[in-house]
DNA sequence: TTGAACGCTACTGTTTTAGTAGCAAAAATA
DNA sequence: TATTTTTGCTACTAAAACAGTAGCGTTCAA
């Protein structure tokens, strides 16, 4: 079977059998993680809504990243619009330790570009 | 002044002046989180280690990554080859906890997928 | 019934990644 | 010391992912 990639369908996959790894193969695309945040931070989203909170998001991207994260159990669609899944808000919830340390990585960051 | 992209240089950057958006910005690409990742887990490694037990990756991302990885104080270069720095090893602490969860989200997924 | 907003797709061009080959320097070996 | 091997990395080409804009069909309010 021939996989005929057309643009906005992303074909990479984890050959690896390691979880975490495909995890991050899922959330190491561009915008996976900030949508994520995002959703889970400001409650359930239309399109448009998430479009604007993410920054400068495109809306082919924004598709795209949408479905994967719906395939990976991560978020769903309902009629109000995009919300994280409970296993979304799970990982949402291990996510959140490194948004605080965030703050401090960056700070030394800034320090060291004097 | 006109920036002028070569191969393996990548020049977005984040303009939002949130650190945990900079921060996804720097994992949001391809191998970031499986380096810090792998180098944390096996201990210092040398250039080709790094790419045999990361996977397939090719050099030219590889030394792309290294080179970012370490302008963000996450990872060092001496002269028994790469290693994470202390601050690197404190963010891989916290992807520790999702690296357990992904077993689970792994299985769960497997589950949907019948 | 018009028109405005929404969700999304099509299209084109740029950036990023894959994949291979190979070079210069260091290290191992003879 | 001379030769081979390994290492770290770059050059190059092709493919994949992303950005940016335009616009289609639907919904929904005026």
């Known amino acids: 079977m021939t996989s ?10 984890s050959k690896s059998g390691d979880p975490i790894m495909a995890l991050f193969d899922l959330l190491g695309r561009r915008w996976a993680m900030g949508i994520l945040w995002t959703l889970c931070k400001t409650g359930p989203c239309t399109f448009r809504e998430l479009q604007a909170n993410c920054g400068s998001i ?13 395939l990976a159990l991560l978020i ?6 995009y919300q994280a899944t409970p296993m979304g808000k799970e990982l949402y919830n291990l996510l959140l330790p490194i948004g605080g340390w965030s703050g401090q990585w960056a700070d030394v960051l800034a320090e060291s570009n004097d």
């Open 76 to 81: 769903d669609h309902k009629d109000d619009g």
């Open 4 to 13: 005929i990639p057309t643009p906005g369908t992303p074909v990479r996959g």
């Open 58 to 70: 495109s809306p082919t991207v924004l598709n795209t990243r949408l479905k994967e994260l719906r």
